[in-house]
């Protein structure tokens, strides 16, 4: 839209100067980030190393918005927007889109835009409209702009698309995690208890034995029998 806006200079919309530095600062902007996504310093890794989004930045394929599109693709070498050129990768297509933003910006004569004749003067009207309009159209620039918008938005709906699925499979793997463990837990929980109630319940016999013989057998077999008094001292039978 700025890049329209830079071309068209309506002072409905903007005073002079005013739009073309909206321009520049969108363009720094938007520049920085491809930057940052490209060396990896937004907290992701750099594109080149993500080996899954190779079918954006290096399988040169073509996107769009409709993928119909890609099958029939109407060049105009006037303003080069060829077949080549959407099958660039969608880093290359945008830098060839802040290129042509670039051009339309070094174009605008600012000096003039801000003279005392010009300010109020370049209006949109139903009268001019479509000499406004006919600068876009002749505006090579502009043009590619236009045709080149979709396939950039194709392109970056792809990447959204896989990113999501990744993030999308790495949240199912780890609820999945987290229910394997949780049985996991649960198992260690029951086989603890288990094996509480079944040390529980041996020592249980091994007391109610224990006191049978010592209130129930009499003294003197206990003294005689080598086995009772090892079962008293230690609660084990020899050769149990």
């Given at each position: ?56 930045f ?93 396939y ?19 949240i ?69």
């Open positions: 839209m700025f890049s329209f806006e830079t071309l068209i200079q309506d002072r409905q919309s903007f005073n002079p100067g005013e739009i073309e530095g909206k321009l520049q600062k969108k363009i720094n902007d938007l520049q920085k980030l491809q930057d940052k996504i490209y060396f990896g310093q937004l907290g992701l890794e750099p594109t080149i190393k993500m080996n899954y989004l190779d079918e954006i290096i399988s040169h394929k073509c996107f769009n918005i409709d993928l119909d599109l890609c099958e029939d693709i109407e060049e105009n070498i006037d303003y080069d927007f060829t077949k080549e050129m959407v099958n660039f990768n969608v880093n290359e297509l945008i830098d060839e889109y802040l290129d042509r933003a670039r051009s339309i910006l070094s174009r605008s004569d600012i000096r003039y835009e801000k003279t005392k004749v010009d300010p109020y003067s370049s209006k949109i009207t139903l009268d001019n409209f479509r000499e406004y309009r006919q600068r876009f159209l002749d505006d090579a620039d502009c043009q590619f702009q236009y045709e080149i918008f979709d950039i938005i194709g392109a970056l709906q792809r990447y959204e698309t896989i990113i999501y699925q990744i993030l999308n499979n790495k199912k793997n780890g609820i999945m995690f987290i229910v394997l463990f949780y049985l996991i837990g649960m198992l260690l929980i029951i086989f603890s208890i288990l094996y509480t109630k079944n040390t529980i319940k041996n020592i249980k016999v091994c007391l109610t034995e224990l006191i049978n013989i010592v209130f129930i057998v009499p003294k003197s077999v206990v003294e005689n029998s080598s086995e009772f008094k090892k079962f008293i001292e230690t609660g084990n039978l020899i050769g149990v």
